[in-house]
């Protein structure tokens, strides 16, 4: 569906993007994971045709980007917002059109995606009149409502309230379902983790990580371990055998030396600590991607 | 359906939809002509009662005269306008008519009085003492006429006649008429061409800087609230870009043809005759057009960069400079609409379409300045059109700091 190979993009003295390379296929949520400022947005609108990439290319079902596909993109950027002074059903029949939608289809779509956010009673309102959790899901009605192939949507999660976070992870997964190509940015690793199909981490520009999120943990996957507990866990890390401990509030991701024996730490552990939970498993994506950026930057 | 047309079509309707344009629509004739008539009118409403006017004539030989030519002025109702009231005091003592005629002023017996002095030494300066500020009117016509008497009363001092010295001051009027291209003679009226260029004139700029703020202020909204990113990812830029150029003009010129129908029903019912020949007009037409493509993409080109309304406003401050320098140059041109220097400046495109509404209407210049003109305008706009796409291409995308005149020139180079 589509093939991203070797973006990069220079602003005045940043490379910005550097060599990014994946692919999207149908049905599938691909997770655009990164810091802030590494270089997602860039590359999503290198994606979207809004910004030339300085090098590298954009295939849309093996054709390169062209007006043509401009109709077959459905876009929710990072920072939202709508034509305030605008009634609601008009902006929706805007996008319609800039998407080359018939006005008739338009208006009958829009009319589905009113009643299915429950608000077909604000339609002839002005945007500005309505709530920001309303005003947010005007903006992903005016994004899909073409029902493009691709969608692509930038830290779609940051600003929800958990309700309507909820909505949209199960429109995302309605999507994927009828065989839509999802890309999204976010910065939250549990997002990533609970949607996507398929990721690629993104570090000052550069892929440092990608594929799916089996083959992604079976790589991180020996040797971590999960710990829940009561105490303080700050003598984790300097443990014999532990190479590094992300600490949370009463719970910790212990990655330990390749050789080492989980027994033996659990040893360690027992009488310092009250042990709720000791677990061997797969580590989480946050621990990936702290784990990940950590070494790029050992790296750099 | 064309995507141009789709942007042309929301910017339209949105903005002819919107309180501000109906309140604009009606409003802002009601101000001009309010502007224009209602002073007018005020300062000529008629007085509605007789006015009491004391007068303290020292030799009481002018008051007389004087209160006898007073007597034409009339009321609606037939009543005289002013009542002139001589102030009796003991001959010599003048401190003690005006005593008594501020006294009656204060009473509110008099509106106000005014002192004469000896006909042999008339007065130069004469000063009418009332409470209010003093009505232009009345002091209008108390010159008038106490001039009169003074200027009759030296005549026949001297043994003139004052019948024989008016039928000595004829009247002469000196009237320009025009030869048309088929040595027609039509007398020109100066008022019908002014009318005809400055309207056209004002009408421009009414709809160049309309549009030009609007286009400036709808492209600040999508950019700072991102929806130009969405916009951009649906059309291309220059699709965007000439959407909102055609939608905007639209809406200015339902603005002005509305107008314009509504002037030309008024006129057509006086009976007046405004409108200049179909050829001008046509002309007239091609350069508007021309000259306001030319000014959207000087908006755009300074417009776009702007990411705050600060700026926004601050921008507009220069780019009225730009409008107003050829509306500061409407008199001397149709004064010398046939100078060198008229000639020469008529090829500035900035200045081309004023200049052209001015001269047309006078005496149409020839075909090869108007050919040459035209083809260099469309030139320029067709150049200034594609750095403004350019420009805009980047600047819709660029937030944060304004970019310098050397960045754009970069943008412009780069694209």
Aim: glycine letters at 8%; aromatic letters at 8%.
């Amino acid at each position: 569906m589509l093939r991203v190979s070797a973006l990069r993009k220079d602003f005045a003295t940043v490379r910005a993007v550097d060599g990014v390379s994946f692919d999207v296929r149908r049905g599938e949520i691909f997770g655009l994971l990164g810091r802030n400022g590494a270089g997602k947005t860039t590359t999503i609108r290198m994606v979207l045709n809004i910004l030339k990439p300085d090098a590298g290319e954009v295939f849309f079902d093996g054709r390169p980007f062209s007006d043509a596909t401009r109709n077959l993109v459905g876009y929710v950027p990072e920072e939202r917002g709508l034509y305030r002074k605008s009634k609601l059903l008009d902006t929706i029949l805007y996008f319609a059109g800039l998407r080359g939608m018939m006005p008739s289809r338009a208006r009958a779509e829009a009319q589905r995606w009113l009643d299915r956010f429950s608000l077909t009673p604000y339609a002839h309102r002005k945007v500005e009149e309505l709530s920001k959790g309303n005003q947010q899901k005007v903006q992903f009605i005016v994004s899909i409502i073409h029902d493009p192939p691709l969608v692509v949507l930038d830290e779609p999660f940051s600003g929800l309230d958990p309700v309507n976070q909820i909505l949209l992870k199960d429109i995302l997964l309605e999507l994927k379902q009828r065989g839509k190509a999802i890309i999204f940015s976010t910065h939250q690793m549990d997002q990533a983790e609970r949607l996507s199909d398929l990721l690629c981490l993104i570090e000052q520009g550069r892929v440092v990580l990608s594929g799916s999120i089996r083959d992604v943990k079976r790589r991180y996957g020996r040797n971590w371990i999960h710990l829940e507990y009561e105490g303080d866990g700050t003598f984790l890390p300097m443990l014999p055998g532990v190479r590094s401990a992300q600490l949370y509030e009463n719970s910790a991701e212990v990655q330990l030396d390749d050789d080492a024996d989980p027994q033996a730490i659990l040893a360690h552990i027992v009488g310092r600590l009250e042990i709720r939970k000791f677990e061997l498993r797969e580590p989480s994506l946050h621990s990936i991607f702290l784990h990940a950026v950590g070494q790029q930057e050992t790296a750099a | 359906m064309n995507k141009t047309f789709v942007v042309a079509r929301w910017e339209y309707l949105e903005k002819v939809k919107s309180k501000a344009f109906l309140i604009g629509l009606f409003l802002t004739p009601m101000i001009m002509i309010g502007m224009g008539v209602l002073p007018g009118l005020l300062a000529e409403k008629e007085d509605e009662e007789t006015r009491v006017i004391g007068v303290i004539d020292v030799r009481g030989e002018i008051a007389p005269l004087l209160a006898k030519r007073m007597e034409r002025y009339k009321l609606s109702n037939g009543q005289p306008n002013y009542l002139l009231l001589p102030v009796r005091a003991p001959a010599a003592d003048i401190a003690a008519s005006v005593r008594e005629a501020d006294e009656r002023v204060e009473r509110g017996e008099f509106d106000g009085y005014f002192v004469l002095n000896a006909p042999e030494a008339p007065d130069t300066v004469i000063r009418y003492f009332s409470k209010g500020a003093g009505d232009l009117r009345l002091i209008g016509r108390l010159e008038e006429n106490i001039q009169a008497i003074y200027w009759e009363r030296t005549l026949i001092a001297r043994g003139i006649d004052p019948g024989i010295v008016s039928a000595m001051k004829p009247r002469v009027e000196v009237k320009s008429v025009k030869i048309g291209p088929t040595g027609e003679r039509e007398e020109t009226n100066f008022l019908k061409t002014f009318f005809s260029a400055y309207v056209f004139i004002m009408a421009m700029f009414f709809v160049i800087f309309t549009s030009g703020q609007l286009l400036v202020r709808s492209v600040l909204e999508e950019k700072s609230n991102r929806i130009i990113e969405v916009l951009v990812s649906s059309c291309t830029p220059s699709e965007l870009m000439a959407g909102k150029v055609l939608g905007l003009s639209a809406m200015g010129l339902t603005q002005v043809g509305f107008w314009a129908i509504a002037a030309l029903a008024i006129f057509a019912r006086v009976g007046a005759d405004v409108l200049p020949p179909v050829e001008q007009l046509l002309l007239m037409v091609v350069y508007f057009v021309l000259g306001y493509l030319f000014y959207s993409a000087i908006f755009i080109a300074f417009g776009s960069p702007v990411t705050t309304e600060q700026e926004a406003q601050q921008l507009n401050g220069y780019l009225v400079l730009f409008v107003i320098l050829p509306v500061a140059l409407v008199l001397p041109v149709m004064q010398h609409p046939d100078a060198g220097w008229v000639k020469v400046l008529t090829f500035i495109p900035l200045l081309t379409p004023t200049f052209m509404a001015l001269r047309i209407p006078v005496q149409m210049p020839s075909a090869v300045e108007i050919v040459g003109s035209v083809v260099l305008l469309a030139v320029f706009t067709y150049v200034m059109m594609i750095v403004a796409g350019r420009i805009f291409r980047v600047a819709i995308l660029a937030t944060g700091k304004r970019p310098s005149l050397a960045e754009l020139a970069r943008w412009v180079k780069e694209g």
